[in-house]
């Protein structure tokens, strides 16, 4: 998935929240606007291969309006970037940038945010540091809260692998066949909620060993006993065939953990095929 930049309706000025507009106050609030921007990101732990959204904040303490503010946040290199809930958003020169402009001044006490979520890339290794920076075209008493930043730690995540073993060769319409699997975690974590599910092609589960399955024609989702990280779980799969089957019957099967995200999902999905006879 190449990296884009998914805009909203929203504008940055829109999100500012601000009374009504005051008259000038002279030219000594001018060039006196106190900018400050904050960022954090959810979950505080990274996982490689799942979602990471990150909040930008940003305030005007005044006592001066903000003139154009302009807002950069720099994103991590193993953060591909899927969407931005800010119009005025988009994507900057540098590798991975976000670049907000306001069209209009901000005035003193105004507040606002955006949001920016994305996906943690397989091979990830942290820390991850996004920063975020806030400047505008009048000169800020207070430098020091311009610019903030944001450290996530890369958890080593697991490695889970599905394949299939010896199966039946043929069968017939009308029959059934077996599907042996196998599920290798291949560390470092413990892996205690391991989920294979199932797609078969022209057959319907009918039973299952070595795991708790359920599902019809369409998908079965199988639920696994901890594997430990070097171990591996066995289930056996048993479908029927309907008696107008007229093509080949198999199936598909991946394997995921909803808890950690996965440094190799390439060998998370297998596919295995039984031939189909007649008489």
């Not at 799942?50 to 909040?55: D, R």
């Not at 800010?86 to 606002?112: L, T, Y």
Request: aromatic share 6%; charged share 20%; net charge positive.
């Amino acid at each position: 998935m190449g990296r884009r930049v998914v805009t909203g309706v929203t504008g940055l000025v829109c999100v500012f929240v601000a009374g009504a507009p005051q008259p000038a106050l002279g030219t000594d609030r001018w060039g006196t606007a106190d900018l400050k921007v904050g960022i954090s990101a959810s979950p505080k732990v990274a996982q490689p291969g799942q979602p990471l959204t990150y909040h930008v904040n940003v305030h005007n303490s005044g006592p001066g309006d903000a003139v154009l503010p302009v807002l950069r946040v720099q994103m991590p290199r193993d953060f591909q970037i899927v969407n931005v809930d800010v119009a005025e958003c988009g994507p900057g020169r540098g590798f991975n940038e976000v670049v907000c402009q306001s069209s209009k001044d901000v005035m003193a006490g105004g507040s606002g945010g955006m949001t920016i979520t994305g996906v943690i890339r397989p091979g990830a290794h942290g820390p991850l540091r996004a920063e975020a920076t806030l400047s505008s075209e009048v000169v800020d008493g207070d430098e020091t809260d311009n610019t903030a930043e944001a450290v996530t730690r890369v958890d080593d995540g697991a490695d889970l692998a599905v394949r299939f073993g010896s199966s039946t060769r043929f069968t017939r319409p009308g029959h059934w066949f077996a599907v042996r699997a196998e599920v290798r975690n291949r560390g470092p974590r413990v892996v205690r909620d391991a989920y294979v599910f199932f797609q078969p092609r022209e057959a319907r589960f009918l039973s299952a060993s070595g795991a708790r399955c359920r599902g019809g024609r369409s998908f079965v989702g199988c639920a696994l006993p901890p594997i430990r990280s070097g171990s591996r779980g066995l289930l056996r799969l048993v479908f029927r065939v309907p008696s107008r089957a007229s093509h080949a019957v198999g199936t598909m099967a991946t394997v995921y953990s909803q808890r950690f995200g996965d440094r190799r999902p390439a060998n998370n999905s297998a596919r295995m095929r039984v031939a189909l006879r007649r008489g």
